[in-house]
């Protein structure tokens, strides 16, 4: 089985400032984690991707996220905050397997104010 | 070309209406997704086809009827829908299910009145 948990629906920060949007997750094997991008009535786009090499995995659009088992977490940050950076985010889990079922997280709404 | 094609963007369907959503991709994927998402929620997995076979169903009313006639097509037949499936319908594609990686298209943006 598989879960994620995203922290904070609504995020709000500062143009310039450090962006960071919290996942958690839960995986029974080793997960293949991700990042999604979606901008009003858009499709999703992907950001960042954790396969099991390195741990600190860095993305388009200058984000970057860690992986840590023992926190059992995948944490996306970005230095500094954009105003085109205002969207949702989710986060998603799939198992290491051949199901292509991924689960998502309920999504975080970044806000980035002037 | 890394594009997954939607068509229509949009779509205003009556509850006796027959349609259908089309999804289209050229990067040689063999398997093929279909999500929905209702407002401020997350994508949720209708269907998955794995070299044009159906391979996952998640339950999904009779009334949504997908269908792969080839590699590169995925069709979601629309039938007798309910105000509630009022929704955005999210296409996806990766090289095989076990892939890392998913391509989504923009979406139809379906209506029913």
């Given at each position: 089985?598989?879960?994620?948990?995203?922290?904070?629906?609504?995020?709000?920060?500062?143009?310039?400032?450090?962006?960071?949007?919290?996942?958690?997750?839960?995986?029974?094997?080793?997960?293949?984690?991700?990042?999604?991008?979606?901008?009003?009535?858009?499709?999703?786009?992907?950001?960042?991707?954790y396969t099991s090499a390195a741990t600190l995995?860095?993305?388009?659009?200058?984000?970057?996220?860690?992986?840590k088992k023992s926190e059992t977490s995948f944490h996306l940050t970005k230095p500094s905050a954009h105003m085109s950076d205002a969207a949702e985010y989710f986060c998603a889990v799939k198992l290491n397997t051949n199901a292509g079922k991924s689960t998502f997280g309920d999504g975080t709404t970044l806000t980035v104010k002037p | 070309d890394t594009e997954v094609t939607q068509t229509p963007k949009h779509l205003v369907m009556g509850m006796t209406n027959k349609k259908s959503l089309k999804?289209?991709?050229h990067m040689g994927h063999r398997a093929m997704y279909w999500y929905k998402q209702?407002?401020?929620?997350?994508?949720?997995?209708?269907f998955v086809y794995s070299y044009e076979k159906l391979s996952i169903n998640e339950s999904v009313p009779s009334r949504f009827s997908p269908e792969c006639p080839n590699s590169s097509l995925l069709n979601l037949h629309l039938h007798a829908l309910q105000p509630e499936d009022s929704a955005l319908y999210l296409c996806a594609s990766s090289q095989a299910v076990g892939s890392t990686e998913a391509f989504f298209g923009q979406g139809t943006r379906l209506t029913v009145v």
């Amino acid at each position: 089985a598989q879960s994620v948990t995203q922290l904070g629906s609504h995020v709000s920060v500062s143009e310039g400032a450090l962006v960071l949007l919290r996942c958690n997750y839960s995986s029974s094997v080793p997960p293949y984690l991700f990042w999604y991008v979606q901008y009003p009535n858009q499709g999703l786009q992907l950001l960042l991707k954790y396969t099991s090499a390195a741990t600190l995995v860095k993305g388009i659009n200058g984000f970057e996220a860690e992986f840590k088992k023992s926190e059992t977490s995948f944490h996306l940050t970005k230095p500094s905050a954009h105003m085109s950076d205002a969207a949702e985010y989710f986060c998603a889990v799939k198992l290491n397997t051949n199901a292509g079922k991924s689960t998502f997280g309920d999504g975080t709404t970044l806000t980035v104010k002037p | 070309d890394t594009e997954v094609t939607q068509t229509p963007k949009h779509l205003v369907m009556g509850m006796t209406n027959k349609k259908s959503l089309k999804c289209e991709q050229h990067m040689g994927h063999r398997a093929m997704y279909w999500y929905k998402q209702k407002a401020k929620k997350p994508p949720e997995l209708m269907f998955v086809y794995s070299y044009e076979k159906l391979s996952i169903n998640e339950s999904v009313p009779s009334r949504f009827s997908p269908e792969c006639p080839n590699s590169s097509l995925l069709n979601l037949h629309l039938h007798a829908l309910q105000p509630e499936d009022s929704a955005l319908y999210l296409c996806a594609s990766s090289q095989a299910v076990g892939s890392t990686e998913a391509f989504f298209g923009q979406g139809t943006r379906l209506t029913v009145v």
